[in-house]
């Protein structure tokens, strides 16, 4: 079974950054990609960036484009999200996912963490 366990959320100010990582364990590990989420109060869980496992590719919410990098290091199992100019609109728990080969989505989560940003 497969555990994500995020790290590196918390209080930060408007145009602050912050770097969220989110480690992979478990007996078998085979990733498609490996993206991250948002859940602000009283909204709906929203897609913020992934990176495809084998090749890289990185793709954003229109959003974030511009100011939040995903990355990966293959040999930890471990991707990070880097938010930089952050503003008080991307208040939210940040939650990191894996889309397993063989999966049709991402069907892994972590347990969040919270990101607040204050004006």
């Known amino acids: 079974q497969v555990q994500l366990v995020e790290s590196g959320g918390g209080l930060v100010q408007a145009g602050g950054s912050l770097r969220l990582s989110c480690s992979a364990s478990?007996?078998?590990?085979?990733?498609?990609?490996m993206g991250w989420f948002r859940q602000a109060p009283g909204k709906e869980r929203e897609f913020v960036g992934s990176?495809?496992?084998?090749?890289?590719?990185?793709y954003y919410s229109d959003s974030v484009k511009g100011r939040f990098t995903v990355s990966r290091e293959r040999a930890r199992y471990t991707v990070y999200l880097q938010a930089t100019n952050l503003q008080p609109e991307d208040t939210a728990v940040y939650y990191c996912?894996?889309?397993?080969?063989?999966?049709?989505?991402?069907?892994?989560w972590g347990q969040g963490t919270q990101v607040t940003v204050s004006s």
């Open positions: 996912a894996a889309h397993s080969v063989g999966s049709d989505a991402y069907n892994i």
């Open positions: 478990g007996r078998t590990l085979s990733f498609y990609s």
């Open positions: 990176i495809r496992w084998s090749g890289g590719s990185t």
